[in-house]
């Protein structure tokens, strides 16, 4: 059975759009047909990387947000989770969303579990994901564990939707500036040279200008080349497990950088320990589900090693302080939680915290560079028009 989208007309002339199965297209028009409606588009769904224009068909943090706030609030209004999903496929989700939801669907109707469901697409769903939907399916509290989950993924939507925001303005004042230089090397300083075609001896300033005009008329197609292959060979090494490993480590070196990276790794870690704990989770086991969340390895070994030593009977407070996510603030608020037994309220006060403290270093950042972008291309341009001044001067004088 395939996907199909389509579009279509009901008996009244109302539009309707969305998906459904069918073995092919023409079965699928039929079945539209069955149904009343009058199709005007019907579309077999490809999946993401197998198509080249497949940048929207791929599940975005916002698809992932509705999903769980959808689930979250179908089953606290008591609708079973086989027909929530049903129910949330035949709305205007997209069809990439769609595709998934058949396939969670599918593994329901064969009688598997909805965690073992969603493991099948880790590509989506990271580990705690599906560790606490396995914690909800034996406790029986899935509304709450879907409701603690879609809160943390409107954070991220909303912190990422901030970020991209806020480095649109640098960015346009980037590449502005990078087609004025262009501009002025392959236009302007080509029409100036004739000036210098007479002159004997000419600033070696104004050599340098023409030598880098004259350089760019014959190699930017190989400069563009170099770029978009540079571009492309970062991204295939960004994939690699030895380049991975590598930045991870260097990136913790980094004194800007690495306040960033434990700030997130904070969050993730201590919103979801604090989820476990909520739900029931012993403190060992929830710290290695928790740790399985957390993306930089250099982190995860520290707190698989402070989990070992809780198990063997080590206070919560001192192991989690030889690892290098928590500051002296932070482990006075474990002391006080561990001390009086509401960790839960702790963890989450923690997470909070950090989600405050990463949403201001991203708001400093980002006003930063704006005027940073701004004094580069003043800079950079002016510095090119200063010389063409300065050789123009150069050549009146030499003139008189």
Not at 103 to 124: R, T, W
Not at 272 to 297: C, E, T, W, Y
Request: with cysteine; aromatic share 10%.
């Amino acid at each position: 059975m395939a996907l199909f989208t389509y579009k279509a007309y009901d008996k009244s002339g109302a539009k309707l759009d969305g998906q459904l199965e069918a073995s092919d297209k023409t079965r699928a028009i039929l079945d539209l047909k069955q149904q009343g409606l009058l199709p005007t588009e019907v579309k077999e769904f490809i999946e993401a990387g197998k198509s080249v224009f497949s940048f929207s068909q791929k599940i975005s943090l916002s698809d992932l947000e509705f999903l769980t706030a959808e689930l979250s609030l179908l089953l606290e209004s008591g609708v079973r989770i086989d027909r929530g999903i049903d129910i949330i496929k035949r709305t205007k989700a997209k069809p990439a969303l769609a595709k998934l939801l058949t396939d969670i669907s599918a593994n329901l109707k064969k009688g598997g579990s909805l965690s073992e469901a969603f493991k099948a697409h880790d590509d989506i769903f990271d580990p705690l994901y599906c560790n606490l939907i396995e914690l909800g399916e034996a406790s029986g509290n899935l509304s709450e564990i879907f409701d603690g989950l879609a809160k943390d993924l409107k954070f991220r939507r909303q912190l990422q939707r901030k970020i991209i925001s806020s480095l649109a303005y640098p960015t346009v004042i980037f590449f502005v500036c990078i087609l004025s230089v262009f501009f002025i090397f392959n236009f302007i300083i080509p029409k100036m040279s004739a000036m210098f075609s007479e002159v004997d001896s000419l600033p070696w300033y104004t050599s340098a200008m023409l030598a880098t005009s004259e350089w760019m008329l014959q190699y930017q197609g190989l400069l563009f080349i170099g770029i978009i292959a540079s571009i492309f060979g970062l991204v295939a090494a960004s994939k690699q497990p030895a380049f991975i490993q590598w930045w991870q480590t260097f990136s913790l070196k980094l004194p800007i950088i690495k306040k960033a990276v434990i700030t997130v790794e904070r969050i993730r870690f201590n919103s979801g320990l604090a989820m476990m704990i909520k739900a029931g989770v012993q403190i060992d086991r929830a710290i290695g589900l928790s740790a399985g969340n957390i993306k930089n390895q250099v982190l995860k070994r520290e707190l698989d090693i402070a989990k070992t030593k809780v198990k063997n009977g080590s206070l919560l407070t001192p192991a989690l302080k030889q690892t290098s996510l928590y500051p002296d603030f932070y482990i006075s608020l474990l002391e006080v939680g561990e001390e009086s037994g509401n960790l839960e309220r702790v963890f989450d006060e923690i997470a909070n915290r950090s989600r405050q403290e990463f949403e201001s270093w991203t708001e400093r950042m980002t006003t930063l560079l704006e005027p940073l972008m701004i004094l580069f291309m003043g800079g950079f341009v002016g510095g090119v028009v200063v010389v063409m001044l300065m050789s123009m001067v150069s050549i009146n004088e030499m003139g008189i």
